[in-house]
């Protein structure tokens, strides 16, 4: 087998983990993976169930019928973070951001290259930087749960073809500020880097803001920003994402995306038109939902942590 067949991700372990406790009838509180359990908002719905009788979505989708769904995608990037981008150059449709990474790292790596995450991150993006041949090297984090760009050894700064970042973060829940971002940007410039913001949890934000990689890098910098209809949505079982960014790391994912998928149905992307339009005072009742469990989570844990016998 391949050397770049990574392991199987800690997802399809704990499905497998989940089917096998259920044969045995055992009870099962499930958080092995984060799926939503809220429903999407009305209309995007509506717009896949009206595009379903229209024969017109039928067929394979090439770049032509994304461009509707790539003109709303840029207009929400506009209206949420100042900047304006070329739908047709500058944004593409994805099958969910983790696709999107995934095609994105062969496309713009050779292999045996490097790329620097932060030493806790998403899981998948290990099994990506496999398949693409790519040596991965974790940052290690500070105190506050940044990674700590004077960390990294030589070696790995020699090597280093892309920085992937991921704020507001999973698995750690930090929200980068700006400055943080700032310094990413410049580190990543100062290195010849890419630099890759994997951005699905923009709207799951309790205090403060989601800030834009690409935006505060502006018009031109060497970056690219992955957004998902998954997490603001919940429209995860979709798979709908799309990526934004420097037009030349845009063909080069367009150009392997060409040769291994044709974009997503056309119902589902005019589903993403309308779920773009989603009025933010819907997506901060989700956020308030989140925060609320979050509070009764914490609350629970401290309280199990002081019956616990000393
Ligand atoms: C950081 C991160 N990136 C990407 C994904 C996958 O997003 P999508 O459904 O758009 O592929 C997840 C899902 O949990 C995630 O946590």
């Known amino acids: 087998m391949s050397s770049r067949v990574p392991p199987p991700s800690v997802f399809l372990e704990m499905d497998r983990a989940k089917r096998e406790a259920k044969a045995k009838g055992l009870p099962l509180l499930d958080l092995s993976i984060g799926s939503t359990d809220l429903l999407p908002p009305r209309p995007p719905l509506e717009a896949l169930k009206a595009a379903l009788d229209d024969p017109l979505t039928y067929g394979y989708c ?5 461009l509707a769904f790539l003109e709303a995608a840029v207009a929400w990037f506009h209206g949420r973070f100042g900047l304006e981008l070329d739908p047709t150059s500058e944004a593409l449709s994805l099958i969910g951001s983790q696709e999107g990474l995934a095609h994105l790292l062969l496309a713009l790596t050779e292999p045996e290259e490097g790329l620097l ?28 749960l940044l990674p700590d760009f004077s960390q990294i050894p030589q070696e790995a700064l020699r090597k280093a073809r892309v920085l992937l970042l991921n704020y507001p973060n999973n698995p750690t829940g930090r929200v980068a500020p700006r400055a943080f971002l700032e310094e990413a940007l410049a580190f990543a410039e100062a290195q010849g880097l890419w630099l890759i913001h994997d951005n699905p949890y923009v709207d799951q934000v309790f205090f403060g803001r989601a800030e834009s990689a690409l935006a505060l890098g502006g018009k031109g910098a060497r970056v690219v920003e992955l957004f998902s209809l998954s997490k603001s949505y919940h429209l995860a079982g979709f798979r709908l994402g799309f990526a934004l960014g420097h037009r030349e790391a845009i063909r080069a994912l367009e150009a392997v995306k060409s040769a291994v998928d044709f974009n997503p149905y056309a119902g589902i992307l005019r589903m993403g038109i309308v779920a773009l339009q989603t009025p933010p005072g819907v997506l901060q009742g989700y956020a308030k939902t989140y925060a609320r469990r979050a509070e009764s989570l914490y609350e629970a844990l401290k309280e199990t942590l002081r019956m616990r016998p000393p």
Do not use: H, N
Request: net charge neutral; aromatic share 12%; proline share 12%.
């Open 62 to 66: 090439l770049k032509s019928c994304t």
């Open 117 to 144: 995450l932060p030493e806790v991150a998403y899981p998948s993006y290990f099994g990506a930087a496999q398949v693409a041949g790519l040596k991965a090297w974790p940052i290690p984090l500070r105190e506050d």
